[in-house]
């Protein structure tokens, strides 16, 4: 056996209300194997960590991170509010997953996990980064001082529910407040936005198709997309202000066409001037904004290195 078969590999497990995404990761954050099954399939914890250990079995793991969506308490391990995973609520996960695959085990926030890999995979050598998706919703996972940061009722980081706008016709939230970032910077925000100002039906349009417009030189939808760089920059100027993280990173399927378009380029830009705009110069003018790299597998890859490093 080479020194590479017996270095030791941390197992990721990610679920979410769709699949669950398993893989094989090295010390030194590079995926080894992976796999994908149908949570439907494996349905309750035990089955998806039972499945887990057959997917490794054989390989030298020396630790196992689980990443699962919702409000995790970080003390129990033990999830206090989900949607769409029926039958893991209230269930000691870490305990479980130690018991069933009999090696260090931590449990961690999705959004946490994957800000995690983006931290442990740049080997930034920054102490404090956060991570924000753009997509049907705007999620943010944080790392500080090295950890990822749950906060003490597992909502640290809820940047979709940052009020932005302040006005008497700020637009209702899901959640029942107004002027809240989601409502202004999510997909179905962005979309009644380009109904806004073009007077369009909104069928047919997505951020995807808004972005592509904007790239062959629509001023509609390039106003669209620097308004909403302009309130994503709001918010993230406020987590500066709070935090202060060194790299701040956008990712999600909703970046505009990200670093290979002008357009994403441009949103990214726009981000980075309402930032700078909204924040002292030492927090605005220091801070990294760029975009994210991992993709999906951000959160399988932060669940093994919290493995590695926390369990
Ligand atoms: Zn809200």
Redesign the pocket.
Known sequence: MSDSDSAPLYLGIDVGGTDVKLGLVDGACQIVATERTATSLLKTPQNVFRHAMEFASGRPIAGVGLAVPGVLDSHAFELREVVNLDGWLGVPLRDQLAQISGLPSMVVNDANAAAYAEHASRLLGVQSLALITLGTGVGCGMVVVGNPHGGDHGCAGEL??IAIDFSADALP?????RG?L??YAGAAGVIARMVQLSGEEAEGLTPRRIANRAESGDVLCQKVISDTAAYVGRAIGMLGQVADPAVVLLGGAMTFGGMETETGRRFLADVQNSVKQTTLVQVGGNMKIEFATLGNQAGMIGAAMVARDRS
């Open positions: 979709g529910h939230c899901t959640c029942g407040s809240h989601e409502t």
